[in-house]
């Protein structure tokens, strides 16, 4: 199993760009989420997905859109960047259920530079 | 408003002494709190968890210490090892909007001294 994998590892846009940050996982798992890591501030919740076909907002939503078309792909979608989404993403997986957030598994990360 | 703190941003022991980060919530709602450690350049993974319903859990050389009445949690690394040296998480778990939560503390790093 390869777990969690994400693509880019880096990026670097211009202000106003748009891009799509992959996230896939071959474990089966429902629940998947996407975090962004600032310099002090820990993981933040963007959005989460507990299945195919539904996703929700988690704390700093703004700017980014998902979909969750299949079990295992999950991408994050920047709009239009700005610098403040600079930062360090990181997408997550976890089994279903009421526990479903319960021992997530992370990606590698995508450091992504917004200038 | 911070729900999950760390408030140690930064953390430095020798080698085989214990190490111990602690963590403060302010949710009496939070139902399982988490541990995950980082290395640089890669995702954290998990370390350890405790059920609300408990005080106390082990694994290995990590224990992990709930104080519900205090609103505290503590890992304890027993003894520490320079391959511990990482940024270590406190997260707690919520349920909300019928789905569970992760909130995370903002980190503390520990440095294992040989």
């Known amino acids: 199993n390869a777990g969690v994998t994400q693509t880019p590892k880096f990026q670097v846009l211009k202000t106003g760009q748009s891009m799509t940050l992959q996230c896939a996982q071959d474990?089966?798992?429902?629940?998947m989420s996407w975090y962004r890591q600032d310099p002090g501030m820990g993981l933040r919740l963007i959005h989460y997905?507990?299945?195919?076909?539904?996703?929700d907002q988690g704390e700093v939503p703004n700017g980014y859109n998902v979909s969750r078309s299949t079990t295992e792909d999950f991408p994050l979608r920047l709009l239009s960047a700005a610098p403040s989404q600079t930062s360090v993403y990181f997408c997550?997986?976890?089994?279903?259920?009421?526990?479903?957030?319960?021992?997530?598994?992370f990606g590698p990360g995508t450091r992504l530079t917004v200038t | 408003d911070q729900q999950v703190k760390q408030n140690s941003p930064s953390l430095s022991v020798q080698e085989g002494r214990i190490s111990i980060l602690n963590c403060d919530y302010t949710?009496?709602?939070?139902?399982?709190f988490l541990w995950y450690k980082k290395y640089p350049a890669e995702g954290p993974t998990f370390l350890i968890s405790?059920?609300?319903?408990?005080d106390k859990n082990e694994d290995g050389r990590f224990t992990v210490f709930l104080n519900k009445s205090a609103k505290h949690l503590s890992l304890h690394i027993v003894p520490s090892q320079p391959g511990d040296s990482a940024v270590y998480f406190c997260?707690?778990?919520?349920?909300?909007?019928?789905?569970?939560?992760?909130?995370f503390g903002k980190g503390t790093k520990l440095t294992v001294n040989p």
């Open positions: 997550a997986s976890s089994y279903g259920g009421l526990e479903s957030s319960y021992e997530q598994y």
């Open positions: 474990m089966n798992h429902e629940y």
């Open positions: 997905s507990v299945g195919a076909g539904i996703t």
């Open positions: 949710n009496s709602m939070f139902d399982y």
């Open positions: 405790i059920s609300s319903i408990k």
């Open positions: 997260a707690a778990s919520i349920i909300q909007g019928g789905s569970e939560k992760l909130v």
